[in-house]
């Protein structure tokens, strides 16, 4: 398994206690683990919850984005968890960008968000908890959550669907995303679409504790990721 999805409310409180970046003997940073309580026997271990060998799937989600439908003067792009830059950087490389916020409510991941800023375009960082910043929502032809251990994850959606431009595109990274279903209540299933992408090829950092594949969930296909998204059509609610 790759991130670990069993954790309960309190866990959100302990992973802003521990956050740390993994460095390979080249120094380029490979994965941040967090202090995270299991809810089973209350021990904190330390998790992965992201790695730089997700990058493909990063990309997808990227892409999925940056092709919604085209809108004048440039995408505007919101991202929810700044993590090790992965998807913010594809957004950059693929997008014709006219604004590209991010949330990221841990301090250190925040700092990292706001030097990588500093070469790119459109860029705004805010820090905090989406939750405590949602009143600073605008409008977006693009939106990825993809937000850890987040206690207002089942609130998310009613906060979000207004900001969807028409045409736009809300996608999420899906635990289990091997099987076309998600694991959580982010968003009402029957509006989701899914996107295949074949992730045979995609291997762990040797040595990752537990990063044996991306599947996240045990009885499912190894080869395939269904990369859930919601588009809002032209002259459509959602
Ligand atoms: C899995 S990582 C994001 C990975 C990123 N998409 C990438 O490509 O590297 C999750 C990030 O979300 C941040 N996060 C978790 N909950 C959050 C919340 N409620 N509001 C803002 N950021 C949050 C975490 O601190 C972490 O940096």
Known sequence: MGRDISYSIEDASE??????????DYGNIKAITAAIKNPSNDHIAREIIMADWEAPMMKKHADIMCNSTQT?????????????????????EMCDINSHTIIER??????????????????????GD????????????????????????????DSIK??????????????FGSTGKHSHNLVPEFKVKYEHMDISNITPNAGETGGEGVIFCEDSEEND??????KREF????
């Open 15 to 24: 992973i802003q206690k521990s956050y740390q970046l993994h460095k390979d």
């Open 72 to 92: 004048y003067g440039g995408k505007d792009i919101l991202e929810i968890g700044f993590g090790l830059g992965l998807s913010a950087t594809y957004v950059q």
């Open 106 to 127: 841990h301090p250190q991941i925040a700092e990292n968000a706001r030097h990588w800023a500093k070469d790119k375009v459109g860029v705004k960082i805010i820090e």
């Open 130 to 157: 989406w939750w405590d910043v949602r009143n600073e929502f605008l409008i977006y032809d693009g939106i990825f959550y993809d937000a850890e251990y987040d206690p207002h994850l089942e609130n998310f959606w």
């Open 162 to 175: 207004m900001t969807i431009k028409e045409g736009g595109i809300f996608t999420f990274f899906s635990h």
């Open 225 to 230: 990721y269904f990369l859930p998204y919601i």
């Open 235 to 238: 002259n459509t609610c959602i």
